[in-house]
């Protein structure tokens, strides 16, 4: 029996009980007053109840109010995937007539494909368990996966196989350095980019943690320290004429120095150089190849630039990524 049939026998309850009441004071010429009581008494438990069901069926029309909302927002997100599949496919039946383009509207296609389906599995997933939280976003997740099969054995070489000689670091690698930088890349604290959207699941506590990985309308930091080679001294703003983050559009963004947090029990806030930037909402996705350059005010300079190391069949990308 549902919340509203029980508060409804509760009611036709109570209404008889004091129909039966007055029935009995007309025929009887009244009741007793502890015959009275009693009868009060129960009526007013039988309130208590109406009330407590009541409460309960108000808690579960706001459970499902949010539910309804969460699902909502996932079909919204599954119609836009697939209008955008729609429209790949429509271009891609274009560029098979034409001949051209066939292979990237494909690989295209094929991601649009996946996102499809990963929103349809969180719908049916938010379906499932409607108490979830919706509008977050996992920028890194884990699967488990089969247990892979062993590699062959290798072939034997044949006789008189002479090996290629080792490869060698460039030229450049044996260059000294100046000024040496480290750097890399975190999520901001709350409520810091403008486009309102920041880092959540999968950590509990998502403000100032590495990433490589940076969604659209986020604020990306970046953390840096310049070390002069000679001295083997962290430089300040004391001694850095200029400290900038370079974009692949040429936008540069000038680095801080200053201290965060509170570092540990009983020391000292550590102090870092930082740049930070709003990913635009309309931003290309894929890597983003930055870089910092930093300039002392004794002339001395020092580039950082990203890893090179892409392999997109394997899922291999150590240059920061833009996502949707």
Known sequence: MTIQGHVRNLALFGLLGMALAGLLA???????????????????????????????????????????????????????????????????????????????????????????????????????????????????????????????????????????????????????LQLYIYADTVTAGPNESRYSIDATAPKALPSCVQTSIFKRGMHLVWRFEVVDTATGKRLTDKEVETAVVRLPTGEEIKGRFSAHGTGRPGGDAPWFWTAAWDVPLDYPLGALDWSINAKSKDGKTGTFALWYVSIPAVGVESRTQIVE
């Open 26 to 176: 007309a025929c009887g010429g009244g009741v007793a007053q502890t015959e009275y009581d009693a009868v009060k008494k129960q009526l007013e438990g039988q309130d208590q109840k109406v009330a407590a069901l009541q409460q309960q069926l108000s808690t579960k029309v706001q459970e499902a109010s949010s539910a309804q909302q969460q699902l909502t927002t996932l079909q919204q997100q599954l119609s836009t995937k697939e209008q955008d599949l729609a429209g790949l496919q429509r271009q891609l039946q274009a560029a098979q007539a034409a001949g051209q383009q066939v292979t990237a509207l494909q690989q295209q296609i094929a991601a649009k494909e996946k996102d499809v389906t990963d929103l349809q599995k969180q719908l049916e997933a938010a379906k499932a368990a409607p108490g979830l939280p919706a509008g977050g976003t996992i920028l890194l997740a884990a699967k488990p996966v089969p247990t892979p099969t062993p590699r062959p054995t290798p072939t034997p070489r044949p006789a008189g196989f002479v090996p290629p000689p080792p490869a060698v670091p460039p030229a450049s690698f044996a260059q000294p």
